[in-house]
């Protein structure tokens, strides 16, 4: 955490003011004041452990608030304010279960009709079985290409994609990158052929069995049908005996929306003592799902976030811009945060220069992405020397973050 928060600073800071030959010394200064006084843990402690899983428009979102308004104001900003947007309000409404029932073939040595748990999870945003509940054989699926090949066998039955992480992919982000669309489009890519309801392997390459939730997106032109993530080993088992016999879901969840809520970005600054009126925006994003306390998606980022800014603090640093550091509403789930940051930027005119988020987990840094023009990049990648003793030896080309980028979309900020 303290390795990751000081290259977060450095890369920022070498983006403000420093050249190549006279940075050395306050880079070492940053690197000693965060090493051996960097609050990143003790705040991200205290937001997972005393508050939880933050899932937006929750009592714990709302406790979040708080939180990051407090901490901010705790690590010296010069102003602190909350900018409130409407965010959905999303719940699970009670716990999600799916129950595997199968007739075994000649292979198995089990008896008929033999019922198992299997453990999901309702994704975010998805509608509700209803306590009836939805009971129908499941047909497995390998990709988008094999739905569309079985589609005339989809109607009615839970399609069950189980796509998996590319064990080829160096970077697992890259594999989730691959994989996600099966959970964000898939309900509704099922949706169009029939389908009661959807079953989707977890975006994880882990050992486990803990299913991920994450967000779907429905086409509001097709039937919103129920989804949940199944865990890994699950998803080889229901794999495995699909292809011996025919098996059964029976899936309960409870996920529905109630009414669009308030809910606030929680925003600190630092003045500009040349440039008041040009922005630098520093963030991660305060929400996160509600089985988990959020640790690394995205506690690390906001933590981080708020790192720069006491290292700053404590340094007696002044910047030349204006810098602000922001805790976006509303990631996982609607990117309210993020758009509403955008458009109040858009209506006063203001004039943003760059954006750096943080949410890619907290473990030791090795790069960072960047999306900007390619003579933008080149000089970004011009400050790799300043990264290399911090453990950070790469500057890819695009990217940069969710809720930063309808910032850059609609201001063209880097």
């Given at each position: ?14 983006s ?12 070492r200064r ?16 205290d937001?997972t ?5 933050r ?6 979102f ?17 102003k602190?304010?909350?900018?409130e ?31 198992r748990?299997?453990?999901v ?59 996600v ?11 169009k ?31 919103e ?6 865990g ?20 309960y ?11 606030d ?9 040349e ?42 640093y ?19 945060g993020?758009?509403?940051y ?30 900007g ?42």
């Open positions: 955490m303290r390795k990751l928060a000081l290259s977060f600073c450095i890369l920022f800071m070498s403000l003011c420093f050249s190549q030959t006279d940075d050395s010394l306050m880079i940053i690197a000693d004041e965060i090493l051996l006084n960097g609050k990143a843990y003790d705040n991200l402690h937001l452990k005393n508050i939880g899983g899932l937006t428009a929750s009592p714990g709302y406790k979040a608030i708080k939180w990051g308004m407090k901490t901010i104001q705790q690590s010296g900003a010069d602190t304010w909350l900018q947007c409407m965010v959905p309000h999303w719940v699970r409404g009670g716990k999600d279960q799916a129950f595997a029932s199968f007739n075994p073939g000649e292979k198995m040595k089990i008896n008929k009709g033999t019922m748990n299997v453990d999870i309702a994704l975010g945003n998805s509608m509700g079985t209803g306590p009836k509940g939805v009971k129908a054989d499941v047909i497995e699926v390998a990709s988008f290409d094999d739905l569309e090949n079985k589609k005339d066998l989809i109607k009615g039955k839970i399609v069950f994609y189980n796509y998996k992480f590319n064990p080829t992919f160096i970077n697992t982000f890259q594999a989730y990158v691959d994989a669309p099966y959970r964000g489009n898939g309900p509704s890519r099922a949706a052929y029939g389908a009661a309801a959807v079953i989707v392997r977890s975006m994880s390459h882990s050992t486990d069995n803990n299913p991920h939730t994450g967000s779907l997106r429905y086409d509001t032109t097709l039937p049908i129920p989804a949940v993530a199944i890994l080993k699950d998803a080889d088992w229901l794999s495995g005996q699909l292809k011996m016999t025919t098996v059964g879901i029976s899936l969840t409870n996920g529905h929306f109630l009414p669009d809520t308030v809910g970005n929680v925003i600190g600054e630092l003045a500009g003592s440039f008041p009126d040009q922005y630098i925006t520093v963030g991660g994003h305060l929400d996160s799902w509600d089985p988990a306390e959020g640790a690394n998606d995205d506690g690390s980022g906001v933590v981080q976030t708020i790192e720069i800014l006491r290292t700053f603090k404590a340094l007696g002044k910047p030349k811009h204006t810098i602000r550091f922001v805790l976006f509403a509303n990631e996982e789930n609607g990117l309210r993020g758009t509403k955008a458009e109040q930027a858009k209506e006063k005119n203001e004039k943003h220069i760059f954006a750096l988020e943080s949410d890619a987990g907290s473990f030791t840094p090795r790069e960072f992405n960047f999306g023009t390619p003579e933008q990049l080149q000089k970004v990648r011009s400050w790799i020397p300043l990264l290399l003793p911090y453990g950070v030896y790469q500057i890819n080309d695009g990217g940069g973050g969710a809720d930063v980028s309808p910032l850059k979309t609609n201001l063209n900020t880097p």
